[in-house]
């Protein structure tokens, strides 16, 4: 009998979302966001109040992102509505995460990268104020979600794909834990594994537009959770 130990297992490498993920956006972030973005479009497209706030949730329903309809029908420059909607004064006050859960993160074995739609300032804002910056080995931002000169946040698979190789993150090792189904179908689409965060959708504006009952578990998902600390107990059963 072979006295050799089988060899272990490789850590899963998680890729995170972060509004509504990590922390609740839903009440800290969310209405402020909306409010600057339809200020955005009052100020630089002329538009009145009400019709710039159809025309942000008309892009965002179509695109997954108001920006890239901003982009491709306006000529607006992405750079200069990310830095012009993200600056929410204040906004590290409104921040946070139960102990527990960021405990758990810096604990959680394996790799971690922040992937979000969000730009890169922000991102690192709340990573800050929630003190989880240093849980994560990069942050993937919106701006590093170009493919071709075009922009392609998720849950556009072409984007993910690219990004996967360019940080050399095998895809059958990778689990990407999200609020938003949409980009949960795309990184299955893939063959990464996928956690649906489901703690704060409660208070999400987001989630009833999505047409998926908080207690299914739509075939694209592989686990649902409420909490953090919850992918511990599944961590050994992603590390294969």
């Known amino acids: ?46 538009l009145a109040r009400d019709d710039a706030d159809r025309l942000r949730m008309h892009y965002w ?12 029908h306006h000529g607006i420059r992405a750079a200069h509505f990310l830095a012009q909607t ?13 102990p527990v859960d960021r405990a758990a993160l810096h604990s959680l074995p394996g790799r971690k990268f922040l992937l979000t739609n969000a730009p890169a300032d922000y991102a690192k804002r709340v990573l800050t104020a929630l003190d989880l910056a240093s849980c994560f080995e990069g942050v993937i931002s ?18 993910m794909r690219v990004v996967l190789a360019r940080h050399r993150l095998p895809v059958h090792r990778c689990v990407l834990v999200e609020d938003t189904v949409a980009n949960l179908k795309s990184a299955r689409s ?26 299914g578990r739509p075939s694209w998902v ?9 992918l511990h107990r599944w961590a050994r059963t992603a590390s294969r």
């Open 1 to 46: 009998m072979s006295s050799r130990r089988a060899p272990e297992l490789a850590a899963p490498i998680w890729l995170f979302d972060l509004d509504n993920t990590l922390h609740d956006a839903s009440k800290a972030v969310f209405g402020r966001l909306n409010r600057s973005m339809t200020d955005y479009i009052v100020q630089h497209l002329g």
């Open 190 to 215: 893939l063959g990464l594994r996928t956690v649906w965060m489901q703690h704060y959708l409660r208070h999400n504006p987001h989630g009833p537009e999505l047409g998926v009952p908080l207690h």
């Open 222 to 230: 592989c686990v649902r959770i409420k909490k953090l600390r919850t």
């Open 61 to 72: 329903r179509r695109y997954g992102a108001t920006l890239l309809g901003l982009e491709r």
């Open 142 to 159: 919106i701006e590093g979600m170009r493919v071709f000169g075009d922009l392609r946040p998720k849950p556009d698979a072409r984007m």
């Open 86 to 98: 993200h600056t929410l004064p204040g906004l590290e006050a409104q921040l946070h995460i139960p």
